[in-house]
T-cell receptor
Framework: EPEVTQTPSHQVTQMGQEVILRCVPI?????FYWYRQILGQKVEFLVS????????KSEIFDDQFSVERPDGSNFTLKIRSTKLEDSAMYFC??????????FGPGTRLTVL | AQKITQTQPGMFVQEKEAVTLDCTYD???????LFWYKQPSSGEMIFLIY??????QNATEGRYSLNFQKARKSANLVISASQLGDSAMYFC????????????FGAGTRLTVKP
C-alpha cells in the first residue's frame, strides 16, 4: 500500500539554524500539506501546495517558513532561523482530491 | 472561536464494547468535510473515516461509523467492538469550503480500552 514517507524521523538543531524537512508524498497525489503538532497539543495546519504553488497557508506559516517541490517526488519544508518554539512534530500529508489526507510518520524537530 | 470542539479529553471503554467520541463543529459554509484520525502512542496519524456535508448516509468503515447530525453540527465517531489496539488519541477535523484544503483539528480525545 502506498504511503507518505518523511526524513529524517528526528532532527536536532541549534536555535538560529536552518532546517529542511523532507517528504515523499504518495505518487499519484496532487495536493501536499505540512502540519505541526507541538507536544501534547492538537495538530495545526501550516500550508497546502498544489500545482507547484502554495494554495493556502495559516497564520503560523510566516516568512520563516517556505515549501518547495524540487523534483517530481520530493516536497520540502524549510524553516529559517529556527526558534525554541519551533520544536514540534512536523507532519507531511498528501491527497488525491479534497477528501482524505494521508499523513506521513512525522519528523520530530528539537531546537536547542 | 474554535471550529472543532472535542469535549472529552479522555474516555475509557471496556474491551468489546462500543464507544462514542464526540465532535461538534462550527461553520457557515454549506460545503465541508469532516474527518477522524487516530494517533497511537507511536505518533503517526491514521485516517479513519470521512463524511461530506452533502452525504445523506452516515459514513462507515469497518468498525468505525460517523454519526452525522447536520442540524446539530455534530460528527461523533462510534467505534464498535473495541479492541485493545484502539487505545489512542482520536482527532476530529474539518475542511471548509469546496476548494479549501485547510484542515482544522480538534484538541483530541484520548481513548483507553480496558481489558
Amino acid at each position: 500500500e502506498p504511503e507518505v514517507t518523511q526524513t529524517p524521523s528526528h532532527q536536532v538543531t541549534q536555535m538560529g539554524q536552518e532546517v529542511i524537512l523532507r517528504c515523499v508524498p504518495i505518487s499519484n497525489h496532487l495536493y501536499f500539506y505540512w502540519y505541526r503538532q507541538i507536544l501534547g497539543q492538537k495538530v495545526e495546519f501550516l500550508v497546502s501546495f498544489y500545482n507547484n504553488e502554495i494554495s493556502e497557508k495559516s497564520e503560523i506559516f510566516d516568512d520563516q517558513f517556505s515549501v518547495e517541490r524540487p523534483d517530481g517526488s520530493n516536497f520540502t519544508l524549510k524553516i529559517r532561523s529556527t526558534k525554541l518554539e519551533d520544536s514540534a512534530m512536523y507532519f507531511c500529508a498528501s491527497s488525491l482530491e479534497f477528501t482524505e489526507q494521508f499523513f506521513g510518520p512525522g519528523t520530530r524537530l528539537t531546537v536547542l | 472561536a474554535q471550529k472543532i470542539t472535542q469535549t472529552q479529553p479522555g474516555m475509557f471503554v471496556q474491551e468489546k464494547e462500543a464507544v462514542t467520541l464526540d465532535c461538534t463543529y462550527d461553520t457557515s459554509d454549506q460545503s465541508y468535510g469532516l474527518f477522524w484520525y487516530k494517533q497511537p502512542s507511536s505518533g503517526e496519524m491514521i485516517f479513519l473515516i470521512y463524511q461530506g456535508s452533502y452525504d445523506e448516509q452516515n459514513a462507515t468503515e469497518g468498525r468505525y461509523s460517523l454519526n452525522f447530525q447536520k442540524a446539530r453540527k455534530s460528527a461523533n465517531l462510534v467505534i464498535s467492538a473495541s479492541q485493545l489496539g484502539d487505545s489512542a488519541m482520536y482527532f476530529c477535523a474539518m475542511r471548509e469550503g469546496f476548494n479549501n484544503n485547510d484542515m482544522r483539528f480538534g484538541a483530541g480525545t484520548r481513548l483507553t480500552v480496558k481489558p
